[in-house]
Antibody, heavy 121, light 108 residues
Framework: EVQLLESGGGLVQPGGSLRLSCSVS????????MHWVRQAPGKGLEWVST????????YYADSVRGRFTISRDNSKNTLYLQMNTLRAADTAVYYC??????????????WGQGALVTVSS | EIVMTQSPATLSVSPGERATLSCRAS??????LAWYQQTPGQAPRLLMY???TRATGIPARFSGSGSGIDFTLTISSLQSEDFAVYYC??????????FGQGTKVEIK
């Protein structure tokens, strides 16, 4: 059974930092690119970042580029999102998601349960 | 960046009736279009990919059509568990992978 489990969410002050983790099981993690997608309260889905299977390529939404860093540890089957200089607008549920196949472009067939990040003073 | 526009924002349908949701891309995405379903408090679930292929475990009452810029998701006979928010997503030109703003299907 494929499982994605996020952790690391919480309340942080504006300008602060937080690191999310996503532990993946049930699939050969190192064969898949991985994504982060977020959803602000009451809003739609917004793609945030993607990392290739090897970690050699990373991609970011304009809204987070330069502040967020995606990484992975294939030996631990874990995906990360380091979030720095956080803003109120970053308040959202953050989901990690897996593409349907090992092709990076594919839509996302498994999602984690989500980690709530609240940026507020 | 390809902008995805869904209509209507809210669709009121009675159980057992048909629901038709639309999604339009700002430029052609060929058939690289997916649909997701999200119920309150849950993560999105992949319904369709390739515009018209049902994902694993998705009932046959869900169907998708279209290519290029105009796409449709049809739910042939709405069940109680189908009342949810539906998102389309293009994966033709990336990054970014872009989503529509969602259509909420509510009970009439």
């Amino acid at each position: 059974e494929v499982q994605l489990l996020e952790s690391g969410g919480g309340l942080v002050q504006p300008g602060g930092s937080l690191r999310l983790s996503c532990s993946v099981s049930g699939v050969p993690f190192s064969s898949y690119a991985m994504h982060w997608v977020r959803q602000a309260p009451g809003k739609g889905l917004e793609w945030v970042s993607t990392i290739s299977d090897s970690g050699g390529s990373t991609y970011y939404a304009d809204s987070v580029r330069g502040r967020f860093t995606i990484s992975r540890d294939n030996s631990k089957n874990t995906l990360y999102l380091q979030m720095n200089t956080l803003r109120a607008a970053d308040t959202a549920v953050y989901y990690c998601a897996k593409p349907r196949t090992t092709v990076i472009t594919n839509p996302f067939d498994y999602w984690g349960q989500g980690a709530l990040v609240t940026v507020s003073s | 960046e390809i902008v995805m526009t869904q209509s209507p924002a809210t669709l009121s349908v009675s159980p057992g009736e048909r629901a038709t949701l639309s999604c339009r891309a700002s430029q052609s995405v060929s058939s690289n279009l997916a649909w997701y379903q999200q119920t309150p408090g849950q993560a999105p679930r992949l319904l369709m990919y390739g515009a018209s292929t049902r994902a694993t475990g998705i009932p046959a009452r869900f169907s998708g059509s279209g290519s290029g810029i105009d796409f449709t998701l049809t739910i042939s006979s709405l069940q109680s568990e189908d009342f949810a928010v539906y998102y389309c997503q293009q994966y033709r030109n990336w990054p970014p992978w872009t989503f529509g703003q969602g259509t909420k299907v509510e009970i009439k």
